[in-house]
């Protein structure tokens, strides 16, 4: 069975760095094909993919956040950190990670997500 | 970027009748589209990928169809626990690809 959990401070201020980890298990970031993803559900634009980490360590951004994104994996823990640097107001959300793989299509669909963390920006 | 567009916003219908929604796309993504189903307090759920497969453990009253630029996600009979929301993803230009508006079927 898989499952993905994330974690994190549920409060951020304005200009700090939020980081949150993506905790898994029922699959292995050392396989062939599988992927995690940071995705995140805001009221002003619903859903929208951040980031991704591939099995071989490549690594994707969303072009328009790309300078303030990272992503990295811990495979001995089952872990996928992600931070977001200079958070805003508008940056307010929820936000899941969630995997792909090539189960579905060419691994670009996400077949499994986390409940979600709802990350606030505010002073 | 390509652009989905879903309609209708909300989708006011009785348990037992059919649901139909759509997801148009502003350039063509062939067959790469999937459908989310996301209730309330929950994640999104994977329905349908490539325009018309169903994922695992999808009941088959869930079907899609479509290509190019036109799609559509049927739900033959509506179950209780069918009213949420649904969103299209395109993965054409993946990543990052995109995501619907969403459609709320709720009951009417």
């Known amino acids: 069975q898989v499952t993905l959990r994330e974690s994190g401070p549920a409060l951020v201020k304005p200009t700090q760095t939020l980081t949150l980890t993506c905790t898994f298990s029922?699959?292995?970031?050392?396989?062939?094909?599988?992927?995690v993803n940071w995705v995140r559900q805001t009221p002003g634009k619903a859903l929208e993919w951040l980031a991704l980490?591939?099995?071989?360590?490549?690594?994707y951004y969303r072009a328009s956040l790309k300078t303030r994104l990272t992503i990295s994996k811990d495979t001995s823990k089952n872990q996928v950190v992600f931070t977001m640097t200079n958070m805003d107001t508008v940056d307010t959300g929820t936000y899941y990670c969630?995997?792909?793989?090539?189960?579905?299509?060419?691994?670009?669909?996400?077949?499994?997500w986390g409940q979600g963390t709802l990350v606030t920006v505010s002073s | 970027e390509i652009v989905l567009t879903q309609s209708p916003a909300t989708l006011s219908l009785s348990p037992g009748e059919r649901a139909t929604l759509s997801c148009r796309a502003s350039?063509?993504?062939?067959?790469?589209l999937a459908w989310y189903q996301q209730r309330p307090g929950q994640a999104p759920r994977l329905l349908i990928y490539?325009?018309?497969n169903r994922a695992t453990g999808i009941p088959a009253r869930f079907s899609g169809s479509g290509s190019g630029t036109d799609f559509t996600l049927t739900i033959s009979s509506l179950e209780p626990e069918d009213f949420a929301v649904y969103y299209c993803?395109?993965?054409?230009?993946?990543?990052?690809?995109?995501f619907g508006p969403g459609t709320k079927v709720d009951i009417k």
């Open positions: 969630a995997r792909t793989s090539r189960y579905y299509g060419s691994g670009s669909y996400f077949d499994n």
């Open positions: 029922g699959f292995s970031l050392t396989t062939t094909g599988m992927s």
């Open positions: 980490i591939n099995w071989d360590d490549d690594k």
């Open positions: 350039q063509n993504v062939g067959t790469y």
């Open positions: 490539d325009a018309s």
């Open positions: 993803q395109q993965r054409t230009n993946w990543p990052p690809g995109s």
